[in-house]
């Protein structure tokens, strides 16, 4: 998400079809937890990003899903009465676009398997308002369908830069997640404010979001951290 700041690029179409040559390997490690009244989960994962053209990357994901109670905005599992963890696995695969300067789209589809053991479609959107001011606004969603339960759910965030420095990041806003169908039924939802810290030389993202909703109270910290190569 924060990688529109510095790695922003071009709208020349050419560059959709120009291969970038050396090519541009990205690794990105994440675990995130979640917390609430009536569900709680963990995930860990990688994320692998090679560059095909300037303005379109393959991504491939692997990711770990532990859910220890009930089921929630973004679990894939019917509602079952047993307390016992669930344990899942998720493969993904897609592409990313650089539409235009300081946004990147990406869709991917993929499948679970384990406790979850049916395909998923995902797509992520970014884009970053006012890149040469002080305080830029950040806006993102991500959308995903689950096949397992027929729930389809979303993440919305608008974050703004409140300070800056050379070597970090401190961003605050709010965000918040809508979900429904399938075993849920009725559309239901959450939010709160969000904060989010950005390391620099480490590239290495902290954010926490806590808020109440449909799952009552509940409150959610993600890491990430990336590391990249030029070919």
Do not use: C
Request: avoid cysteine; glycine fraction near 16%; proline fraction near 3%.
């Amino acid at each position: 998400m924060l990688a529109g700041i510095g790695e922003a690029k071009g709208q020349d179409l050419a560059r959709f079809f120009d291969p970038e040559i050396p090519g541009h390997l990205t690794l990105r490690l994440f675990g995130a937890g979640y917390g609430a009244e009536k569900y709680g989960t963990t995930h860990d994962g990688f994320e692998l990003s090679q560059t095909i053209t300037h303005e379109v990357s393959f991504i491939g994901r692997a990711i770990a899903y532990q859910v220890e109670r009930g089921t929630g905005f973004d679990s894939p599992l019917n509602p079952s009465s047993h307390a016992a963890t669930h344990n899942f696995g998720r493969f993904e695969g897609g592409l990313s676009l650089v539409p235009f300067q300081g946004t990147t789209f990406a869709f991917m589809g993929g499948e679970d398997v384990g406790d979850s053991d049916a395909p998923m479609f995902e797509n992520d959107f970014s884009s970053w308002i006012r890149l040469r001011s002080r305080h830029p606004v950040n806006f993102a969603y991500s959308t995903s369908h689950y096949f397992e339960n027929g729930v389809t759910y979303g993440l919305v965030d608008l974050r703004a830069v409140a300070f800056s420095t050379g070597r970090w990041m401190l961003l605050m806003g709010v965000g918040g997640a809508i979900w429904g169908g399938g075993s849920v039924g009725q559309a239901k939802g959450q939010g709160g404010p969000d904060v989010g810290f950005f390391l620099r030389s480490w590239r290495l993202s902290v954010d926490l979001q806590a808020g109440y909703g449909s799952s009552r109270t509940y409150g959610t910290l993600s890491v990430s951290r990336s590391v990249s190569w030029d070919e």
